[in-house]
């Protein structure tokens, strides 16, 4: 009964800023970690961006100094500010959580988003 939804993709040119929004809906007690992934074609998916309940976040050496993650847990959001964006990263970006939907069952579920575009190109 849970979704994530990603929005935000889109085109830019390289040195471009984008941020990338994924919304957490339907029966949710609590949210654990919540991720960034990213897959190019013909690549394997990375793990992008990670951020904990506590807010404590970390990063691929790929993207640091450049991507910052945050969350807003008020509603069950997780963003992606990405700036100085480079051809290289052109990818599906997926939304990942790990979403508690019973009050009483102390289970955690991995969710995915569908994905969003982002392309980086002049």
């Known amino acids: 009964q849970v979704q994530l939804v990603e929005s935000g993709g889109g085109l830019v040119q390289p040195g471009g800023s984008l941020r990338l929004s994924c919304a957490a809906s339907g029966s949710i007690f609590n949210i654990n970690a919540m991720h960034w992934y990213r897959q190019a074609p013909g690549k394997q998916r990375e793990l992008v961006a990670t951020?904990?309940?506590?807010?404590?976040?970390n990063y691929a050496d790929s993207v640091k100094g450049r991507f910052t993650i945050s969350r807003d847990n008020a509603k069950n959001t997780v963003y992606l500010q990405m700036n100085s964006l480079k051809p290289e990263d052109t990818a599906v970006y997926y939304c990942?959580?790990?979403?508690?939907?019973?009050?009483?069952?102390?289970?955690?579920?991995?969710?995915w988003g569908q994905g969003t575009q982002v392309t980086v190109s002049s």
């Open positions: 990942n959580a790990a979403i508690r939907t019973d009050r009483r069952l102390p289970r955690w579920d991995d969710y």
């Open positions: 951020i904990t309940s506590g807010g404590s976040t």
